[in-house]
């Protein structure tokens, strides 16, 4: 029985050293596999760390790059707006040149213009006193002279103009005039038709004389020989009449 007892107990001491040898081995193991872990995890994260580090360097030239891109950029911009400025300035001042040489031009148009109308106006006044004292009808208190009509090249109106004078002077007349044609039977000289103008406004006013223009539209198709005007004042017609070549 004794035997048998220490038989068994053997077994269970040996049964029981292995279970520590396996534990120890298991437990080494287990350190080894830690071990490698930790050593790879360290070298992933120092390899992450580097290509982080790596890439934050390269990063912050490209940044250091574009900084100086866009500071050259800004100066340029500086620069070209000094020029628009300059520019500017520049054409201000040749504005104002030109608006003042078109505004002494136009100074200088309008004396030349007024200074003519005074010729003129000083001409009419001398040929009318002129055509008082040559007047060969004084029974008249009005002549028509310089009795002109021009057709337009699309031949739709007429530009006519005359001038009128009145044989006493500082005599104030007032009337009308009217602008007109005559159809004609068949190619004949027998009158068909009498046909008056459309005028805006064909009344006169005035005192010595008066110069007249104006325009009036005419049909296309009318055959136009002679055009007639007739100028009515104090009961009395006056006429005149203007052959077309």
Do not use: P
Not at 57 to 75: F, M
Not at 225 to 238: A, E, P, R, T
């Amino acid at each position: 029985m004794s035997k048998k007892f220490l038989q068994n107990t053997n077994m269970y001491i040996a049964s029981k050293k292995q279970i520590y040898t396996k534990f120890i081995i298991i437990f080494i193991l287990l350190i080894l596999a830690t071990s490698i872990f930790l050593f790879y995890t360290k070298s992933f994260i120092l390899e992450s760390l580097k290509d982080s580090y790596e890439r934050n360097i390269s990063l912050n030239n490209k940044i250091n790059l574009l900084k100086e891109d866009l500071k050259i950029k800004d100066n340029h911009i500086d620069q070209l707006e000094i020029n628009n400025e300059e520019i500017n300035s520049i054409f201000t001042k040749y504005t104002n040149a030109v608006k003042f040489k078109v505004a002494t031009a136009e100074g200088i148009r309008d004396e030349l213009f007024t200074k003519e109308e005074k010729i003129l106006e000083l001409n009419r006044e001398i040929n009318y006193y002129k055509f008082l004292l040559n007047a060969k009808n004084k029974n008249n208190l009005i002549s028509i002279e310089d009795f002109n009509i021009k057709i337009s090249e699309s031949k739709d109106y007429i530009n006519y103009s005359f001038l009128l004078l009145s044989n006493k002077s500082n005599l104030s007349i007032k009337g009308s005039y009217n602008l007109y044609y005559y159809t004609y039977k068949n190619n004949t000289k027998k009158i068909k038709n009498k046909n008056t103008f459309k005028l805006n406004n064909n009344k006169i006013k005035f005192k010595n004389y008066l110069k007249i223009d104006g325009k009036v539209k005419i049909n296309k198709n009318a055959q136009l020989d002679v055009i007639f005007l007739d100028v009515k004042y104090n009961g009395k017609i006056y006429n005149h009449k203007f052959v077309i070549n």
